[in-house]
């Protein structure tokens, strides 16, 4: 039941801050609060994503039926994303980590932006693609909402939020070289700082913890290092 609860307070925080921002905030280059929100929002988009990432490893609830709603909740508000495209991603992940059948590790090239961009890639589709693009005209032009918010509030915290997410979680982590220390999973870990850690991606760089328990939630991750 707590997995349940953290999971609908992420959700709820994430939809109450965005609505708040789209409809009731303008976009003001010259106030650092414009600044704080977009930083705020991206951070709530993180964590929606890590929600549906534990979801994937069924930890949000133990009835599958719940815990998958879920997850597919939280990846369609993320970007229209598919969570069964996503599962079977992610388990392969988890099999094969850091090597060529790992579809988040690419072995051609270790250059931050060159992967990023793979990444970024594999993991667009077309029904994405048209999903959000009949979200935003839906919002500009029936709900009125300024371009400028929707640009600002809603989808660049998102690309924030997936720069986040891929750094912490795939490219620190995963990135050659691989030593002796990371042990079998071909994964690191942040050194010990529990604030650090929960502020970059809700404890996902406890790398190596995440990889030798997977069945840890992301808000107990911490116990482990």
């Known amino acids: 039941m707590k997995g349940i609860i953290i999971a609908l307070t992420i959700i709820l925080f994430w939809f109450a801050h965005l609505f708040y921002l789209l409809f009731h905030r303008a976009v003001l280059f010259d106030d650092i609060g414009t600044y704080l929100h977009i930083v705020l929002q991206a951070f709530l988009y993180t964590g929606l994503f890590i929600t549906a990432h534990d979801a994937m490893h069924g930890t949000v609830s133990k009835n599958k039926s719940i815990n998958n709603l879920i997850g597919r909740i939280a990846t369609f508000l993320f970007a229209g994303m598919s969570f069964d495209k996503l599962l079977k991603n992610h388990h392969l992940h988890h099999k094969y980590p850091g090597t060529e059948n790992d579809p988040d590790f690419y072995t051609?090239?270790?250059?931050?932006?060159?992967?990023?961009?793979?990444?970024?890639?594999?993991?667009?589709?077309?029904?994405?693609?048209?999903?959000?693009?009949?979200?935003?005209?839906?919002?500009?032009?029936?709900?009125?909402?300024?371009?400028?918010?929707?640009?600002?509030?809603?989808?660049?915290?998102?690309?924030?939020?997936?720069?986040?997410?891929?750094?912490?979680?795939?490219?620190?982590p995963h990135r050659l070289p691989h030593t002796e220390d990371m042990g079998p999973h071909r994964a690191r870990t942040l050194p010990k700082n529990h604030l650090l850690a929960f502020l970059t991606c809700y404890f996902f760089g406890y790398h190596q913890e995440h990889h030798n328990g997977p069945h840890i939630p992301w808000w107990q991750l911490w116990k482990t290092k």
Not at 131 to 149: R, S
């Open 108 to 172: 051609k090239s270790q250059n931050f932006f060159i992967w990023w961009a793979i990444f970024f890639y594999r993991y667009t589709t077309i029904s994405q693609l048209l999903i959000m693009g009949i979200l935003y005209n839906l919002l500009k032009i029936f709900a009125k909402v300024p371009e400028l918010n929707l640009w600002f509030y809603w989808i660049i915290p998102a690309l924030l939020g997936t720069l986040q997410l891929f750094y912490f979680g795939t490219y620190l």
